[in-house]
């Protein structure tokens, strides 16, 4: 019944909830999709919206079937398969917007929601932020108050408040059974089959690679990297120093993580001023974790290798949260392998030939490792800039242009051309990268490191000292290390900047709350993994690692909640208690019933009493005095609860059999 | 599928308790609750978001499908007392000719807050709705097509909603042993009511003639063919029934033996016909049936009682 004019159950208003809530749930897809799918999009709806409202033809089943062919090649087209979260999202807008366009019955109409409800699931693939919760939430509602209208009576459909108000009542009173379920529904670990893989694409983050120019790129996103929790004092700002992917393998222009790379015992022969903390980290798709220095515990799933880069076993897909320990003083591979000798000395020699002279030469004048990286760090000092808007090195010897020409640079090419010194000077280094410094948030005394921390400095392998941190941007920009980035070069980003004009700190605050109310969001309702939810429940005595047990306390406490929920409605509609004073004049009526006197359903209080007393005159005195105390309780001004107690004493004494 | 298991349930459950009597109450164990097909389905969608959940690591992906879940358990209760505590009494049921449709009057009252949505449904037919504000009676009219003269049951009707959101179907059954009078339908082919009786007293009244014609007024369903004011009509007026005057100077008995038909059911038809047109007319009548009869009399209560007994003609005594 392709031609079929509208269904009369299908009202108008009921179909514009529907492409409403439909707009809405869709639209943040609609602004990251191409175009075409959100111009595909808004034309069947305000089709289905005029077909609905001037009661015109449904679309044909051959131009419904076309559109459907047509949307799946677009979005092959566009994507070169039709599943994975991008393509996969843009088909199921591209159906639902079909679905609606032919939708024709009740049941299709339920369809609809339903698809309304996986479209609300789509979204969080892409967000889970705290605006996207409550926005979504917002859809939901709006589905249900759909739903809640295609369920009157036919022909009676509601307004607005007559479609919001019970939705909004069901969400509100299925909050708490939401609640226990998220708490104890069992989490597992990892997915049940592969990601796709753009599952996780747009992540941003540190690489395996550096190479001159991406750091400056990362560092103006204002991007949340990790979140760091102490465990008392903070310590000194300038001792932030977050190790992430160590690189050894430099080919002239980059510098590279190596493949090889044994685990390595935490062993130091000097480590003190311990640091205890836990590091709340974003999704960044890799393996590597970041940690302060030298780690001395490590959370489980973790393993440190001879770098002491820490790994983690699966990549950090999801928001992670581990606990740890790290010195901040401390020595560490005073002994230096051969091989690892070798490697941290190795560079090709025809690429960046100045540069590798004058590392040749300072060593040379004096091989002292200690003087090579104080002639180093004064030449980074007299000369050089620090900026954010270093020029493009293009040259086939990109540190030679840098150190001889430019002169320009930012961390990278500080600690890139530091590096290659260094081995041309005979000293083993490396490049580590990770994040120094960051901001704490006065609220909760958290430390929110972005990617706008994002750093590289050196390690130098010195004899009878081990491996010791060298930064050269401090020796060109003391203020990045001491103050951090923003100090340094002022407000990177549109952010910052406007902070900066803050002069009352009233928007800095702002910011602060803000970001204590994500990181709670954060740890517990999207970071609320397998190992969070073992934590939190053996705070409350329950044992989670066994599935058995938690699915019993699932049950009990789900069972519990549902059953409060429901005996507050169902309270509700149990008959009203009696008024002390009809409860006390329903007794004497019963009781003149015993005497042969029952009441006639239509007779009045005062007739009664009239009745009564003609035929029992030994009880008029006794009914009079209750008959005008209830007349007075009923009808008249009403009588205080002692009356109503010598009321209730009266009948309770008035003896006619 | 579904439904014949309900009903295979309530048959089983309520064999010995109908009819019963007014008012019922539906309390707590009158009332099922089982979720629709509809609900197996959003179970089904639950499950799916459960899975892309658990599989994509989203956690407000478990919020959403707790949430939905959760709502889904709230609204069966919500579902539930959309039934709970109405109070149900039979109203009455005006009497109709056979094959039309007669409308059993169920009073219902909400003690407690507004309901929406309640339906009304015999056994394998079409649902009335009906919404019920609190405290007032609301009168649900449930409509029995009827197929034969006498007494028209309207048997067990169950009283389902799956307001407010389609899940859940709760439903009871009530039967107040209701019935309705259902008279046979007139059959025109009869004729005229016959001008003279063969009963005693009978003295003869002239059926109306031309000379008798009175006024034209608007066709009624029913009237006979020759009354209709033809050419009226091909003036271009609408239908018209030429209305007689009835002289009204005698009684006429319309009489079992009269009602020429080859069976007992054709002759009630015959009768019944004449029953509406002397009424219409104007003309006192009087009935008379093997084993029965009605002195002549005029007006509704006596066209009733006419035809109620053309209707019970036959049939036992009320049950």
């Known amino acids: 019944m392709s031609r079929a004019m509208p269904n009369a159950a299908l009202d108008a208003k009921g179909v514009m909830w529907l492409l409403g809530a439909m707009l809405f749930v869709v639209a943040p897809h609609l602004l990251r999709m191409p175009e075409w799918v959100a111009g595909f999009f808004l034309v069947m709806v305000a089709w289905r919206g005029w077909v609905a409202w001037r009661a015109q033809r449904f679309p044909t089943r051959w131009i419904v079937l076309a559109l459907t062919l047509g949307a799946a090649a677009g979005t092959f087209l566009q994507y070169g398969r039709l599943f994975g979260r991008d393509a996969g999202t843009t088909l199921l807008v591209l159906m639902a917007a079909l679905k609606l366009v032919e939708m024709k019955t009740s049941r299709e109409v339920l369809l609809a929601i339903h698809l309304g409800f996986v479209l609300v699931m789509t979204n969080f693939l892409y967000s889970q932020t705290i605006p996207m919760g409550v926005y979504m939430l917002a859809c939901v509602w709006l589905f249900v108050a759909t739903l809640v209208g295609y369920q009157r009576s036919p022909g009676r459909a509601p307004g607005v408040a007559g479609r919001l108000v019970p939705a909004g009542k ?6 708490p059974l939401m609640l226990v379920l998220f708490i104890l529904f069992p989490r597992v670990a990892g997915p049940l089959w592969a990601l796709p893989q753009d599952a996780r694409a747009g992540l941003s983050g540190l690489s395996d690679t550096m190479t001159p120019g991406n750091i400056s790129k990362l560092i103006q996103s204002e991007a949340t990297a990790f979140r760091v929790e102490f465990e008392g004092e903070i310590p000194p700002y300038q001792r932030l120093y977050f190790r992430g992917p160590v690189l050894w393998a430099f080919d002239g222009r980059s510098w590279r993580m190596s493949e090889f790379s044994p685990a390595a ?3 130091y022969p000097k480590a003190e001023r311990p640091v205890k903390y836990a590091v709340t980290v974003e999704p960044h798709g890799k393996h590597w974790l970041f940690a302060l220095d030298v780690p001395g515990t490590l959370p489980p799933g973790v393993s440190a290798r001879h770098d002491l880069q820490l790994r983690s076993v699966r990549p950090v897909d999801a928001r992670l949260r581990y606990e740890m320990t790290s010195y901040l003083d401390y020595r560490f591979g005073e002994k230096l392998p051969a091989g690892f000798r070798e490697f941290a000395l190795r560079f090709n020699t025809w690429q960046n030939p100045r540069t590798i002279a004058l590392g040749r030469q300072w060593a040379a004048e004096n091989p002292d490792p200690r003087r090579v990286i104080g002639r180093a760090l004064q030449h980074f000092n007299s000369q050089f800039t620090y900026t954010l808007e270093p020029p493009l090195l293009e040259s086939e010897h990109p540190y030679d242009e840098f150190l001889f020409d430019k002169k320009r640079g930012f961390c990278e090419h500080y600690a890139g051309s530091f590096a290659l010194l260094m081995r041309a000077a005979g000293i083993p280094s490396r490049v580590v990268t990770g994040y120094q410094g960051g901001e704490i948030n006065p609220l909760n005394r958290e430390l929110i490191v972005r990617q706008a921390d994002a750093h590289a400095w050196v390690e130098v392998w010195i004899e ?3 491996w010791v941190r060298i930064d050269p941007t401090s020796a060109v920009s003391p203020d990045r290390i001491d103050n951090g980035i923003n100090a340094a070069l002022g407000p990177i980003g549109v952010i910052p900047s406007i902070i900066a004009a803050d002069r009352f700190g009233i928007l800095s605050n702002l910011r602060f709350a803000w970001d204590a109310l994500n990181s709670q969001w954060n740890q517990w309702v999207l970071g609320y993994n397998t190992d969070r939810q073992r934590q939190f429940l053996a705070r409350l005595g329950i044992d989670a690692v066994d599935w058995m047990n938690l699915a019993i306390w699932l049950a009990a406490i ?11 409605l169902v309270i509700r509609d149990l008959p009203k208690r009696e008024a002390p004073a009809v409860r006390a004049w329903r007794r004497f009526g019963e009781k003149l019933a015993k005497a042969g006197l029952a009441r006639a359903p239509h007779e009045g209080p005062l007739d009664y009493l009239a009745r009564v007393r003609a035929a029992r005159p030994d009880l008029g005195e006794q009914a009079e005095a209750i008959t005008q105390r209830y007349v007075r309780a009923r009808y008249g001004e009403g009588i205080s609860p002692p009356e109503a107690q010598e009321l209730a004493r009266l009948v309770r004494d008035f003896r006619p059999a | 599928m579904l439904a014949n298991l309900r009903q295979s349930i309530a048959d089983w459950i309520f064999r010995a308790r109908f009819p019963e009597a007014a008012p019922v109450t539906l309390v707590q164990r009158r009332i099922f609750i089982l979720p629709s097909k509809e609900g197996y389905v959003f179970a089904l969608v639950l499950l799916v978001l459960l899975v892309a959940s658990i599989n994509y690591a989203l956690s407000l992906g478990f919020l959403l499908t707790f949430l939905l879940a959760a709502m889904g358990s709230v609204a069966m209760l919500h579902t539930w007392r959309n039934l709970a505590h109405l109070k149900l009494r039979p109203g009455r049921c005006e009497s109709v000719f056979a094959g039309d449709i007669a409308q059993f009057a169920v009073l219902v009252e909400s003690p407690v807050r507004e309901r929406y949505a309640v339906a009304f449904r015999r056994r394998d037919e ?10 007032e009676v609301a009168t649900v009219p449930i409509p029995v097509k009827s197929t034969r003269r006498g007494r028209l049951k309207c048997g067990r009707v169950e009283i389902y909603t799956r307001y ?7 439903w009871s059954y009530f039967d107040f042993g209701q019935t309705a009078i259902v008279y046979p339908r007139p059959d025109p ?15 003869g009244v002239p059926i109306p003639g031309e000379d008798d014609f009175h006024h034209l007024r608007d066709y009624r369903a029913g009237d006979p063919l020759r009354h209709v004011a033809w050419k009226a009509l091909a003036r271009g007026d609408q239908l018209l029934t030429k209305e007689f005057h009835a002289t009204a100077s005698g009684e006429l008995w319309l009489d079992w033996n009269d009602a020429r038909a080859a069976d007992p059911e054709a002759r009630l038809a015959f009768l019944a016909h004449w029953v509406i047109e002397c009424e219409r007319i104007g003309q006192r009548y009087g009935l008379r049936l093997p084993g029965s009869a009605i002195p002549p009399g005029r007006g509704e209560d006596h066209r009733a009682r006419c035809l109620e007994a053309l209707a019970l003609h036959g049939e036992g005594p009320a049950p």
Not at chain 1, 558 to 568: E, K, M, N, P, R
């Open chain 1, 170 to 175: 069901l969400l509100a009173q299925a909050l």
């Open chain 2, 126 to 135: 079409d649902p009335v709705f009906a919404d019920i504000a609190e405290r």
């Open chain 2, 189 to 203: 082919s009869a004729g005229p009511p016959p001008m003279q009786s063969q009963s005693e007293s009978g003295e």
């Open chain 2, 164 to 170: 407010p959101v389609g899940l859940f179907h709760a």
């Open chain 1, 558 to 568: 789900s069972f519990a909640v549902a059953g409060i929920v429901s005996l507050a």
């Open chain 1, 464 to 466: 009878r000292e081990g």
């Open chain 1, 265 to 267: 015992a935490l062993e």
